[in-house]
């Protein structure tokens, strides 16, 4: 073959392959990507919150008792606050408060002005606040205690909660009855979209504070000792919320 003929039969074979090489590069991708592939084999779904409550008696109470004493000078004012509230612990230890349960939750001290037409004109006296956090494990005391408490000298009640201490039994009553309330959602839903049920995909939970019954205010102040108070704790609730989501095949 002569080297003109040579040159073109290579030149054809160059011009067929680089139109080979652009209809294979235009034909788009057949794999497609993960995300519908994942989308393609899990199908539909039904999510739905299911929520559970349960009830149950407290048995611990956390109550804040204080003492606030105002007097002319610095010295006069804390010796008869330290005073009034070394009196108070001892009735509390004597009602059967162990010390780890009493808990100081704040202690201030302030100066009173006196004020005129043009301002502060001096200083009035001094004001001394000391308030003790105390745990009471026997809730059937608690009028006693905060009885007790007052007669020693406390003029300031900050409230009484009452809780659960090992609250592990309601929750788990609460999760079984959101679990239940989920799954008749779900079968509601499926059966009004005519759709069959599947197994359970995801569960996530929330678990609720306990509610509260009872409280003496935000801050009741007693300017004098009263006789024990009657203390009824009522019930807690455990509230749980579950998310579910169903399969449909």
Do not use: H, W
Request: with cysteine; glycine share 10%; aromatic share 4%.
């Amino acid at each position: 073959m002569t080297n003109k003929k040579l040159l073109i039969v290579t030149s054809i074979i160059m011009v067929l392959g680089i139109a080979l090489v652009a209809c294979t590069g235009a034909l788009p991708a057949q794999t497609a990507a993960p995300g519908q592939q994942q989308s393609a084999t899990t199908g539909g779904g039904i999510t739905v919150v299911g929520q559970g409550t349960a009830y149950g008696e407290p048995d611990t109470a956390t109550v804040i008792v204080g003492v606030d004493t105002f007097a002319p000078t610095v010295t006069e004012a804390t010796t008869q606050n330290q005073a009034t509230i070394d009196n108070i612990m001892a009735a509390l230890e004597a009602q059967g408060i162990a010390k780890e349960d009493i808990q100081t939750t704040n202690y201030s001290l302030f100066a009173e002005q006196i004020y005129g037409d043009k301002g502060p004109e001096g200083i009035a006296g001094y004001r001394v606040s000391n308030q003790v956090n105390v745990k009471i494990r026997d809730i059937s005391k608690v009028g006693d205690i905060l009885g007790a408490a007052t007669e020693a000298g406390a003029n300031a009640v900050y409230g009484v909660n009452f809780s659960v201490a090992d609250p592990a039994a309601l929750e788990a009553e609460a999760r079984a009855l959101a679990i239940a309330d989920a799954q008749k959602r779900a079968e509601s839903l499926a059966e009004l979209g005519n759709v069959t049920l599947g197994e359970i995909r995801l569960i996530s939970e929330v678990v609720g504070q306990p509610v509260m019954p009872l409280g003496l205010g935000g801050g009741v102040a007693m300017e004098a000792a009263v006789a024990s108070p009657s203390i009824s704790p009522g019930q807690l609730s455990y509230q749980v919320q579950v998310q579910v989501t169903y399969n449909i095949p």
